[in-house]
C-alpha cells in the first residue's frame, strides 16, 4: 500500500522543538520531492519547506533560520526539524510528495511561487501547538 506517514506533532512551549517525520511506505521516496506544508485554523495553506530530488531546499521567510528539512534515504523518511518555535507555528503540518522520476531537482522552485500543485501523495497531518 502507497502511504504517507506524518508524524511527531505535540505541545511545545515558545522556543522549543520538535521534529516531525515524513515516512514513505510502498515507493521510494529518492525519487520525489517533499513538501512540508501548514494550516492554521481560518488561514489558507503555507508551504513551509521543500527538499528536492537533488537535495535542494526551500523555507519560507516565515521559518527560514528556524527549520530545517533532511531525507534519511535509508529509512525513507524526510524530517522537518523545528527550532525556537513560536506560537504562531501553531497549526497542523502536512507531507506532500511529488514524482521527479528523471531527477531534475526543480520542484523547490514551485512551492517557493506559492503555486497551487496537484501532489501525488499527502500525509494525514500532525498536530503542532505552541504555547506561549
Known amino acids: 500500500e502507497v502511504q504517507l506517514q506524518a508524524s511527531g506533532g505535540g505541545l511545545v512551549q515558545t522556543g522549543g522543538s520538535l521534529r516531525l517525520s515524513c515516512a514513505a511506505s510502498g515507493f521510494t521516496f529518492n525519487y520525489f520531492s517533499v513538501v512540508w506544508f501548514r494550516q492554521a485554523p481560518g488561514q489558507e495553506r503555507e508551504g513551509v519547506s521543500c527538499?528536492?530530488?537533488?537535495?535542494?531546499?526551500y523555507y519560507s521567510d516565515s521559518v527560514k533560520g528556524r527549520f530545517t528539512i533532511s531525507r534519511d534515504s535509508a529509512k525513507n523518511t524526510v524530517y522537518l526539524q523545528m527550532n525556537n518555535l513560536k506560537p504562531e507555528d501553531t497549526a497542523v503540518y502536512y507531507c506532500?510528495?511529488?514524482?521527479?522520476?528523471?531527477?531534475?531537482?526543480?520542484?523547490?522552485?514551485?512551492?517557493?511561487?506559492?503555486?497551487?500543485?496537484?501532489?501525488?501523495?499527502w500525509g494525514q497531518g500532525t498536530l503542532v501547538t505552541v504555547s506561549s
Open positions: 506532500a510528495a511529488e514524482s521527479d522520476p528523471f531527477l531534475t531537482g526543480g520542484h523547490c522552485t514551485v512551492v517557493e511561487s506559492g503555486e497551487s500543485y496537484d501532489y501525488d501523495y
Open positions: 527538499i528536492s530530488t537533488k537535495d535542494n531546499t
